[in-house]
């Protein structure tokens, strides 16, 4: 990471791919000044139409790394519609560069994206701002579920009790867990993995293979989904679902019963019928042995089998792995489809039944990696790397000014799982900390060459497990089957350019995802104001800026400010022991870590922002 100051832009704008003359690294890393614009990224911006005092018409743009305010220029027909358009509408705007340093950054009018304020008019704004494609047509579902088959020799999925275990919400299943049902003693068991078998319905460069590759995942936005592949076939025709046949790609394990060891593997083609499907919180209940009403004593023991197993493979992986357990909640938004109204915010915590499923899936992604790479078959890998150590010490940096938290070492996986560890209790502060450790790591990426996965501490690991919303998986499905049939996989540089183009996607995708979820959650938040009133929310102090505090609400798992002219007249001190602001008005002195409480004071939806005051 370079810094570059706003007086060494010399006009570039975030996206942007710039040349950059780096100084000398210091104490604070590297730093240096933009000597050329080599491509410009961001072309068109979503934002909403504002009218500045002086009365010239603007955008303010969703992104927060544009300027809080961009004049809109244009022809007189686009003036005549601003003329007639309310303050606040999301509009769609095309940004003009400035030529030369000094100039000023501009838009041009392109259309109205919502007519409207309320939810489904910000998911339209995120879907255009990061161009995500709209659902699928009735057209494109009709041909969609007329796709026939390739036929491939097909094993019947025998003596194995089958389950899929998905959100309780889940709109396509894709995978499926068995265990033997005819070996129930004896010192291994048979565990299978089975993944619908896309690739016998979409070959390479067939129309939906062409439709899946142009969005690469699908996109779960909250209270919308936009799916990969036409829900026709994705989310029917294909999909896993409890009591019909269908075609899946299978993965069989023999597993040592009391040490978690897989023995061996085998990879076919077959047919099969779920027996149950199940949702996290009922695998869950079976777990505990308290199952839900409505489960019979057949699915509860299976559920129980499999995860006595998968609990011995989970165990023996972070002994022999040091895979980084990194567990944190995540505040989801419980939501119709299509938005009408907000319902809830739903705190979930990773538990039992989700490692039951992540423990197979893995060993599924490991042993078509490891095929894959031992035969030589071009194939997406993928890689995690190593945290930066710039970014290590940054993280330290920052653990320096909380309270009670010793900086750790953080020079192995190990050492990091036993600072996670201490850091998995429930308070906010550690969700703070946890959070900000997450930052350090980098993202995963694609790649044609394998290379180690730091995170999960694997050598060989590929996406194999999720075919109807990830197109990699669908690539490594379609490279087996031609395997399978005795025709020619796709290249190594075919790999490489599949690659770098989901890589890019699946942060797109990651990016509109959180940018939805921030607009909604403060939607909801404003709106609990208004119902309720002034509400009281436990915040932690994550960091003291010039402009005053920057304060995480687990509540609602969003980071907020407060205003530095809301505490009245303050100081910010730097000393051997941290900074701190003494607020004469409060008469307090904080401090990052320190727990206060805060009520909203204003929320804007357009730049995803939410501001507080101080409680009483």
């Given at each position: 990471?370079?810094?570059?100051?706003?007086?060494?832009?010399?006009?570039?704008?975030?996206?942007?791919?710039?040349?950059?003359?780096?100084?000398?690294?210091?104490?604070?890393?590297?730093?240096?000044?933009?000597?050329?614009?080599?491509?410009?990224?961001?072309?068109?911006?979503?934002?909403?139409?504002?009218?500045?005092?002086?009365?010239?018409?603007?955008?303010?743009?969703?992104?927060r790394e544009l300027p809080e305010f961009?004049?809109?220029?244009?022809?007189?027909?686009?003036?005549?519609?601003?003329?007639?358009?309310?303050?606040?509408?999301?509009?769609?705007?095309?940004?003009?560069?400035?030529?030369?340093?000094?100039?000023?950054?501009?838009?041009?009018?392109?259309?109205?994206?919502?007519?409207?304020?309320?939810?489904?008019?910000?998911?339209?704004?995120?879907?255009?701002?990061?161009?995500?494609?709209?659902?699928?047509?009735?057209?494109?579902?009709?041909?969609?579920?007329?796709?026939?088959?390739?036929?491939?020799?097909?094993?019947?999925?025998?003596?194995?009790?089958?389950?899929?275990?998905?959100?309780?919400?889940?709109?396509?299943?894709?995978?499926?867990?068995?265990?033997?049902?005819?070996?129930?003693?004896?010192?291994?068991?048979?565990?299978?993995?089975?993944?619908?078998?896309?690739?016998?319905?979409?070959?390479?460069?067939?129309?939906?293979?062409?439709?899946?590759?142009?969005?690469?995942?699908?996109?779960?936005?909250?209270?919308?989904?936009?799916?990969?592949?036409?829900?026709?076939?994705?989310?029917?025709?294909?999909?896993?679902?409890?009591?019909?046949?269908?075609?899946?790609?299978?993965?069989?394990?023999?597993?040592?019963?009391?040490?978690?060891?897989?023995?061996?593997?085998?990879?076919?083609?077959?047919?099969?019928?779920?027996?149950?499907?199940?949702?996290?919180?009922?695998?869950?209940?079976?777990?505990?042995?308290?199952?839900?009403?409505?489960?019979?004593?057949?699915?509860?023991?299976?559920?129980?089998?499999?995860?006595?197993?998968?609990?011995?493979?989970?165990?023996?992986?972070?002994?022999?792995?040091?895979?980084?357990?990194?567990?944190?909640?995540?505040?989801?938004?419980?939501?119709?489809?299509?938005?009408?109204?907000?319902?809830?915010?739903?705190?979930?915590?990773?538990?039992?039944?989700?490692?039951?499923?992540?423990?197979?899936?893995?060993?599924?992604?490991?042993?078509?990696?490891?095929?894959?790479?031992?035969?030589?078959?071009?194939?997406?890998?993928?890689?995690?790397?190593?945290?930066?150590?710039?970014?290590?010490?940054?993280?330290?940096?920052?653990?320096?000014?909380?309270?009670?938290?010793?900086?750790?070492?953080?020079?192995?996986?190990?050492?990091?799982?036993?600072?996670?560890?201490?850091?998995?209790?429930?308070?906010?502060?550690?969700?703070?900390?946890?959070?900000?450790?997450?930052?350090?790591?980098?993202?995963?990426?694609?790649?044609?060459?394998?290379?180690?996965?730091?995170?999960?501490?694997?050598?060989?690991?590929?996406?194999?497990?999720?075919?109807?919303?990830?197109?990699?998986?669908?690539?490594?499905?379609?490279?087996?089957?031609?395997?399978?049939?005795?025709?020619?996989?796709?290249?190594?540089?075919?790999?490489?350019?599949?690659?770098?183009?989901?890589?890019?996607?699946?942060?797109?995708?990651?990016?509109?995802?959180?940018?939805?979820?921030?607009?909604?959650?403060?939607?909801?938040?404003?709106?609990?104001?208004?119902?309720?009133?002034?509400?009281?929310?436990?915040?932690?102090?994550?960091?003291?800026?010039?402009?005053?505090?920057?304060?995480?609400?687990p509540d609602l798992g969003l980071f907020?400010?407060?205003?530095?002219?809301?505490?009245?007249?303050?100081?910010?001190?730097?000393?051997?022991?941290?900074?701190?602001?003494?607020?004469?008005?409060?008469?307090?002195?904080?401090?990052?870590?320190?727990?206060?409480?805060?009520?909203?004071?204003?929320?804007?939806?357009?730049?995803?922002?939410?501001?507080?005051?101080?409680?009483?």
């Open positions: 990471d370079v810094f570059v100051p706003r007086r060494h832009l010399r006009g570039a704008v975030s996206q942007d791919r710039v040349e950059v003359n780096v100084n000398a690294e210091d104490a604070k890393g590297f730093s240096g000044a933009v000597t050329q614009i080599i491509e410009r990224g961001l072309t068109e911006i979503a934002g909403t139409f504002q009218i500045a005092k002086s009365g010239d018409y603007g955008i303010r743009p969703m992104r961009i004049p809109l220029v244009g022809t007189d027909e686009s003036e005549k519609t601003l003329d007639e358009l309310p303050e606040d509408e999301w509009i769609l705007a095309h940004l003009h560069h400035p030529e030369k340093a000094g100039e000023e950054l501009v838009a041009e009018f392109l259309d109205v994206i919502s007519e409207g304020k309320g939810i489904e008019d910000d998911l339209n704004a995120v879907m255009t701002e990061f161009n995500l494609l709209p659902p699928y047509d009735a057209e494109a579902n009709r041909r969609a579920a007329d796709t026939q088959p390739v036929e491939i020799n097909r094993e019947p999925v025998k003596n194995h009790f089958t389950m899929t275990i998905d959100p309780v919400d889940a709109k396509d299943f894709d995978d499926a867990i068995s265990i033997q049902t005819d070996s129930n003693t004896g010192d291994t068991v048979e565990i299978g993995v089975h993944i619908v078998d896309l690739a016998a319905y979409i070959q390479p460069g067939s129309e939906l293979d062409k439709l899946a590759a142009e969005r690469g995942f699908t996109s779960y936005l909250p209270g919308k989904t936009l799916h990969m592949l036409p829900p026709a076939l994705g989310a029917h025709r294909c999909s896993l679902i409890e009591g019909q046949e269908k075609l899946a790609h299978s993965v069989f394990f023999t597993i040592d019963r009391e040490t978690g060891a897989i023995q061996e593997s085998r990879r076919c083609h077959t047919r099969l019928v779920v027996d149950r499907r199940l949702s996290f919180e009922q695998a869950q209940s079976c777990i505990e042995n308290n199952p839900e009403d409505g489960l019979d004593k057949q699915t509860v023991q299976g559920v129980q089998a499999i995860w006595a197993i998968a609990a011995k493979m989970r165990e023996r992986r972070a002994e022999t792995e040091k895979f980084l357990a990194i567990e944190i909640p995540e505040i989801r938004i419980v939501c119709d489809e299509p938005p009408r109204q907000i319902e809830a915010l739903k705190k979930v915590v990773p538990c039992e039944s989700h490692h039951l499923v992540e423990e197979f899936m893995l060993a599924a992604n490991v042993a078509i990696a490891t095929e894959l790479d031992r035969r030589d078959v071009p194939a997406l890998y993928r890689t995690h790397g190593e945290p930066m150590k710039s970014d290590i010490e940054e993280f330290k940096q920052a653990l320096a000014d909380l309270p009670g938290v010793q900086t750790p070492r953080l020079d192995s996986r190990r050492a990091m799982n036993e600072f996670l560890k201490k850091h998995q209790t429930g308070r906010a502060i550690d969700e703070v900390v946890v959070g900000l450790f997450l930052r350090t790591m980098q993202r995963a990426t694609y790649s044609a060459k394998r290379d180690s996965h730091f995170g999960l501490g694997k050598t060989h690991y590929s996406h194999f497990t999720s075919p109807i919303r990830r197109y990699p998986d669908l690539f490594i499905h379609q490279q087996l089957f031609a395997l399978d049939t005795g025709n020619a996989p796709q290249s190594k540089d075919e790999c490489a350019t599949v690659a770098a183009r989901c890589t890019a996607l699946e942060e797109n995708n990651d990016q509109a995802y959180y940018a939805a979820l921030d607009r909604l959650k403060i939607r909801y938040a404003a709106r609990l104001r208004l119902d309720k009133g002034e509400e009281n929310y436990e915040a932690v102090v994550t960091k003291l800026t010039e402009d005053g505090l920057v304060v995480y609400i907020g400010r407060v205003p530095r002219e809301d505490l009245g007249q303050s100081e910010l001190h730097h000393g051997a022991k941290g900074r701190r602001f003494s607020s004469r008005k409060a008469g307090k002195t904080f401090k990052a870590g320190h727990v206060l409480y805060v009520k909203i004071k204003q929320t804007d939806t357009t730049r995803g922002t939410i501001d507080f005051n101080l409680s009483g």
